[in-house]
């Protein structure tokens, strides 16, 4: 089964700030998914950005950008330009590829609080 | 945007009822999850299903029963329903079969329960 921390339990921020959300996964499937997910104060969750576990290509998609680091198990999420609506609890979620096929492991969430 | 359903969104009710939350999707998804999650906490998933007729235990034990009579419809009761049944239940569904999957997860909006 694989196992997410993310040791960040609360980040509290002033808009237009940079904040990094940091999740370290364990594994023991040699193929696997990284997935974060943002859950707003409405309770939905959405689904953000996933990263498969043989591309270690880092990316940036608008505001969001993320940092893989197969060697540390780290699967790091930045927002450039912190907004008031970024506010939300944030979820790394690795799924195995090889066991526990289709099952996520959600981590404890990263509550992101963004000040006007 | 999701087309993912829950019903109802809300629900108090007393110690002992039998209880029905719905879930539907119309994405044709063969994939469905049930989570449990308390609020600002991490998601436990309860059951799973990877097309009709199938359906797994979650990682989390829950005296929930699910059923998956038709591809849309991941339906999940409670038969006596107590106190510690007091969460947020989450329903999600993805692409793809048993096996590797890659798909990212669409969720509900949750169905909010309080048992008195």
């Known amino acids: 089964a694989q196992k997410v921390t993310q040791a960040q339990t609360e980040i509290s921020v002033v808009e237009k700030e940079d904040v990094t959300l940091d999740c370290v996964y364990e594994t023991r499937d040699t193929t696997y998914y990284l997935f974060w997910y943002k859950q707003p104060p409405s309770g939905e969750l959405v689904f953000l950005i996933r990263r498969n576990s043989f591309d270690e290509q880092n990316e940036i998609s608008g505001r969001y950008s993320w940092n893989f680091q197969k060697s540390t198990s780290s699967f790091n999420f930045t927002i450039t330009a912190s907004q008031v609506v970024d506010s939300a609890v944030y979820f790394c979620?690795?799924?195995?590829?090889?066991?526990?096929?289709?099952?996520?492991?959600f981590g404890d969430g990263t509550t992101l609080t963004v000040k006007p | 945007e999701a087309d993912i359903y829950q019903t109802p969104r809300y629900l108090v009710i007393g110690t002992g009822k039998k209880i029905t939350l719905e879930c539907s999707q119309t994405m044709g998804h063969d994939k469905m999850y049930w989570y449990q999650q308390d609020p600002g906490m991490e998601l436990h998933l309860i059951h799973y299903?990877?097309?009709?007729?199938?359906?797994e235990k979650g990682d989390l034990s829950s005296e929930s029963t699910v059923s998956r009579i038709r591809t849309e419809h991941f339906p999940l009761t409670l038969e006596s329903a107590r106190p510690s049944h007091t969460s947020q239940y989450l329903c999600?569904?993805?692409?793809?079969?048993?096996?590797?999957?890659?798909?990212?997860?669409?969720f509900g909006p949750g169905t909010r329960l309080t048992v008195t």
């Open positions: 979620a690795p799924r195995g590829g090889n066991t526990n096929a289709g099952k996520s492991t």
């Open positions: 299903s990877y097309g009709v007729n199938s359906t």
């Open positions: 999600a569904s993805s692409e793809g079969t048993s096996g590797f999957s890659s798909y990212e997860q669409y």
